[in-house]
T-cell receptor, first 110, second 114 residues
Framework: SQQGEEDPQALSIQEGENATMNCSYKTSINNLQWYRQNSGRGLVHLILIRSNEREKHSGRLRVTLDTSKKSSSLLITASRAADTASYFCATDAGANNLFFGTGTRLTVIP | DTGVSQNPRHKITKRGQNVTFRCDPISEHNRLYWYRQTLGQGPEFLTYFQNEAQLEKSRLLSDRFSAERPKGSFSTLEIQRTEQGDSAMYLC????????????FGEGSWLTVV
């Protein structure tokens, strides 16, 4: 079974707006990561946040982590059409591999 | 290109045939993973190698599936007696790092069983 669940399943915004995606997970983690996937392509690592961190930034990306609620959010600011993709959170849950959620499909309308 | 390389990128096969996918990880990455992804879902873990040793297998990996990494470099994933339910994208990933577990994916191999 998959560890994480993203919300919303799909999101459509205008270019320039901010996009927020949420992820909830079930068990204790060492870290949480966000990946991006363009249609039909492999996944690209975006950002990793450790369990002892609460917020992290990378360019236009901002990730938060609330371990008490077992949840994370990914904020993409000033979205661009090229940000159109599916976004997945992934957790390690103490294992030697990553467990992925079902993803949020983001569409940025030019 | 020094990324994870997978081939073939697309494979159409008749039900009952065997197929094999190859993955070349990033050089010097000693961890290698196989995932499966169906439309609208996230990747599901299949198996993981540390060098040539297969250390973990998912329950999804039925006895028709076998993965090898004979010299600790490239890996193959074979599916025997394919079924229509095997249609999916098979993703390979590699990682150099034990602690943070950031993994780097290839572009995937699409399998269509007709």
């Amino acid at each position: 079974s998959q560890q994480g669940e993203e919300d919303p399943q799909a999101l459509s915004i205008q270019e320039g707006e901010n996009a927020t995606m949420n992820c909830s997970y079930k068990t204790s983690i060492n870290n949480l990561q966000w990946y991006r996937q363009n249609s039909g392509r492999g996944l690209v690592h975006l950002i990793l946040i450790r369990s002892n961190e609460r917020e992290k930034h990378s360019g236009r990306l901002r990730v938060t982590l609330d371990t008490s609620k077992k949840s994370s959010s990914l904020l993409i600011t000033a979205s661009r059409a090229a940000d159109t993709a599916s976004y997945f959170c992934a957790t390690d849950a103490g294992a030697n591999n990553l467990f992925f959620g079902t993803g949020t499909r983001l569409t940025v309308i030019p | 290109d020094t990324g994870v390389s997978q081939n073939p990128r697309h494979k159409i096969t008749k039900r009952g045939q065997n197929v094999t996918f190859r993955c070349d990880p990033i050089s010097e990455h000693n961890r290698l993973y196989w995932y499966r992804q169906t439309l609208g879902q996230g990747p599901e873990f299949l198996t993981y190698f540390q060098n040539e040793a297969q250390l973990e297998k998912s329950r999804l990996l039925s006895d028709r599936f076998s993965a090898e990494r004979p010299k600790g470099s490239f890996s193959t994933l074979e599916i025997q007696r394919t079924e229509q339910g095997d249609s999916a994208m098979y993703l390979c990933a590699s990682s150099p790092d034990l602690i943070e577990n950031t993994i780097y994916f290839g572009e995937g191999s699409w399998l269509t069983v007709v």
